[in-house]
């Protein structure tokens, strides 16, 4: 893997489930790691092609092999995507995690 194709600083975020003072349940988000990764839009014809619903904004976000899970979040600029699968490549050089946005800067 080229460092150079790593142009994009990124979050990786984890869920952190707590109760509230007033024994509430709460969730928040506990930044994991920093890290240089590239991330990648599907086009409209490569979504429509994957099957993709349009109405979901898709994206790979590929960094330096690391452990990663489904259920995780990864934080670019203004934008938050989830993290429903993971990618790894079987030399452990790298790995894909596969994102939905979640809000998009528009």
């Known amino acids: 893997m080229k460092a150079g194709s790593l142009r994009h600083r990124v979050l990786l975020q984890s869920r952190v489930d707590t109760v509230d003072d007033i024994g509430q349940p709460s969730t ?58 993971v990618l790894p490549d079987g030399k452990k050089s790298y790995v894909d995690a596969v994102c939905e946005v979640i809000n998009a800067d528009v």
């Open 28 to 85: 928040s988000w506990l930044t994991t790691a920093t890290v240089w990764a590239d991330v990648r839009y599907l086009t409209g014809l490569g979504a429509l092609k994957a099957g993709a619903d349009t109405s979901v904004g898709k994206c790979t976000v590929r960094m330096r092999h690391r452990t990663i899970n489904a259920g995780q979040r990864i934080v670019y600029g203004n934008e938050t995507f989830d993290i429903p699968s």
